[in-house]
């Protein structure tokens, strides 16, 4: 079996004054793969993002990069790094360039990358995030929004294997959910490997491939969505509800009737076609 692309195991930490914020933390990222990670307030998940990149570095545990364990000197650090980018939930943390082009360019040109190879990662970089009308916009006038997706841009200008994003989602209004969505799509298409922390269990349960649970610094499930997300038990626990489409879609199943195609509808699309075919006794 292939090793995953990034193994955390047995990690614990502890911020200034002893707070513990990870206590024999484990995850497992998969190649190729959207993995989110759940849980409430305090309950770990930035805290672990920051190890996957080598932010952080655990007081025991470890991190695994294909396998290897990952390095903390300075060379080490910059090879992991281009690896696996880390996004911030807030864009103004990341954005310090005067315009979008500047500030996507700042990446590759870091890399030691020459000036036409840079300017080719960031046009690479705009049109992956349908950004490139911005190119010479003053960061300081974009929306929240555009914001979000120069961050991206700035990363992913990087070429890293794994994009870790902290609540990607956050502050964006409908269309700029869809949007940013359809972004990242575009990207796991072309083979990065995706991994988010979220709040929002009917993002993860409509959008993500595999999820991991965490509570109070440790992981308390890891597995496939669906049956991850279907535990009521388990998501109490984790102080979590249970994803609204599935709710609605056990409340309006027939008692016996199995599932069309197996699973369990998964996004409001998903549900509205299922009731489309109640008229069909062995469908829904």
Not at 78 to 93: H, I, K, M, T
Not at 137 to 158: D, E, N, P, Y
Not at 183 to 201: K, M, N, P, W, Y
Request: hydrophobic residues 45%.
């Amino acid at each position: 079996m292939t090793a995953p692309i990034l193994d955390a195991q047995g990690l614990n930490y502890a911020y200034p004054g002893g707070v513990a914020a990870l206590r024999g933390m484990n995850l497992s990222v998969q190649r190729g793969r959207r993995l989110a990670l759940l849980g409430s307030n305090g309950c770990g998940k930035t805290t672990l993002l920051l190890h996957l990149n080598g932010t952080l570095r655990p007081g025991a545990g470890q991190v695994l990069i294909d396998g290897q364990p990952a390095g903390y000197d300075r060379a080490s650090l910059a090879a992991w790094r281009g690896r696996v980018g880390l996004v911030l939930q807030e864009p103004d943390d990341q954005l310090f360039s005067a315009t979008v082009y500047q500030d996507v360019s700042f990446g590759p040109l870091n890399q030691g990358l020459s000036e036409p190879d840079a300017r080719e990662r960031v046009r690479e970089a705009l049109a992956a995030l349908d950004i490139a009308e911005l190119a010479e916009r003053a960061t300081h006038l974009l929306s929240f929004g555009q914001k979000k997706r120069v961050a991206i841009a700035g990363v992913l200008a990087m070429q890293p294997q794994v994009l870790i994003l902290d609540e990607p989602t956050a502050g964006l209004d409908a269309p700029g959910v869809t949007q940013l969505k359809a972004a990242l799509e575009r990207l796991q298409a072309r083979g990065t490997t995706l991994v988010f922390s979220t709040h929002d269990v009917d993002l993860a349960y409509a959008w993500a491939d595999d999820v991991a649970i965490l509570g109070e610094g440790r992981l308390l499930r890891q597995g496939g969505t669906v049956a991850t997300l279907a535990d009521a038990d388990l998501l109490a626990a984790a102080q979590l509800n249970t994803p609204t489409i599935l709710t609605l879609a056990a409340a309006l199943r027939e008692p016996g009737r199995p599932w069309p195609g197996g699973q369990p509808p998964r996004t409001a699309e998903d549900l509205v076609a299922c009731l489309g075919e109640r008229h069909d006794p062995g469908r829904f």
